[in-house]
């Protein structure tokens, strides 16, 4: 069955601190991979995407992930945390094939210490 | 341009009643999903369309919940009745077909039943 997982539930970092959120996907065909970021009572907002490439992608507010087939991860990174960076973050795959379901890991909070 | 549109942002009510979400897709895209959040299950996809017709309604949880897409560019999600456990964030999101990615989600729908 395909499914995503995002092993740490919560995350603190430092602020200026360097940050990096795991995400391991199953299932063996090529996916789509994002990573979505949610602020308390907010909607998803997407941060960047992977279809097909450079491994290495660049999203928005200094984010970038990197697409690594052999260990099927997409593991997100930031080199200098912000305070307004915390938020809770999501990693979803999509994966073309019959279903078209967009399947999300469970997140991982962020917190940010002054 | 307008985004995916959800109404009402926030909605209480007490069990038994009927509750109705909407949402209004992004111009020109055919295809709509909605999803649930709660804390024990993460983000989960509840039914998609495309082009009006349902495709896969099999995340709804039980015949209590019903969805519709009257026009092209408008959806319904009806509970009724309601229950607590129906307590959750409901998004929608919309996209070209049901291959294209992202979707584009609107900011949710927090519903809490008393």
């Given at each position: 069955a395909q499914s995503v997982t995002q092993p740490d539930i919560h995350i603190t970092v430092s602020e200026?601190?360097?940050?990096?959120?795991?995400?391991?996907?199953?299932?063996?065909a090529t996916p789509y991979l994002f990573w979505y970021v949610q602020?308390?009572?907010?909607?998803?907002?997407?941060?960047?995407k992977y279809?097909?490439?450079?491994?290495?992608?660049?999203?928005?507010?200094?984010?970038?992930?990197?697409?690594?087939?052999?260990?099927?991860?997409?593991?997100?990174?930031?080199?200098?945390?912000?305070?307004s960076d915390a938020a809770e973050y999501f990693c979803a795959v999509f994966w073309m094939d019959s279903s078209y379901k967009l399947i999300f890991g469970s997140g991982t909070r962020l917190l940010v210490r002054p | 341009d307008a985004g995916v549109i959800q109404s009402p942002r926030h909605e209480v009510t007490e069990m038994g009643q009927e509750v109705t979400l909407r949402c209004k897709l992004i111009s020109g895209h055919n295809s709509l999903f909605w999803y649930r959040q709660t804390?024990?299950?993460?983000?989960?996809?509840?039914?998609?369309?495309?082009?009006?017709?349902?495709?896969?309604?099999?995340?709804?949880?039980?015949?209590?919940?019903?969805?519709?897409?009257?026009?092209?560019?408008?959806?319904?999600?009806?509970?009724?009745?309601?229950?607590?456990?129906?307590?959750?964030?409901?998004?929608?999101?919309?996209?070209?077909?049901?291959?294209?990615?992202?979707?584009?989600?609107?900011?949710?729908?927090?519903?809490?039943?008393?």
């Amino acid at each position: 069955a395909q499914s995503v997982t995002q092993p740490d539930i919560h995350i603190t970092v430092s602020e200026g601190a360097s940050l990096e959120l795991r995400c391991n996907y199953s299932y063996g065909a090529t996916p789509y991979l994002f990573w979505y970021v949610q602020s308390p009572g907010q909607g998803l907002q997407l941060l960047l995407k992977y279809f097909s490439g450079d491994t290495l992608v660049q999203g928005i507010k200094g984010f970038e992930a990197e697409f690594k087939r052999s260990q099927s991860s997409f593991n997100l990174r930031k080199p200098s945390v912000h305070w307004s960076d915390a938020a809770e973050y999501f990693c979803a795959v999509f994966w073309m094939d019959s279903s078209y379901k967009l399947i999300f890991g469970s997140g991982t909070r962020l917190l940010v210490r002054p | 341009d307008a985004g995916v549109i959800q109404s009402p942002r926030h909605e209480v009510t007490e069990m038994g009643q009927e509750v109705t979400l909407r949402c209004k897709l992004i111009s020109g895209h055919n295809s709509l999903f909605w999803y649930r959040q709660t804390m024990m299950r993460g983000l989960e996809l509840l039914i998609y369309f495309n082009n009006n017709v349902p495709i896969d309604d099999s995340g709804m949880p039980e015949d209590r919940f019903s969805a519709k897409m009257p026009n092209a560019s408008f959806s319904t999600l009806k509970i009724q009745p309601s229950e607590p456990r129906d307590s959750a964030v409901y998004f929608c999101a919309s996209s070209f077909s049901p291959g294209d990615q992202p979707q584009h989600f609107g900011d949710g729908t927090r519903l809490s039943i008393l």
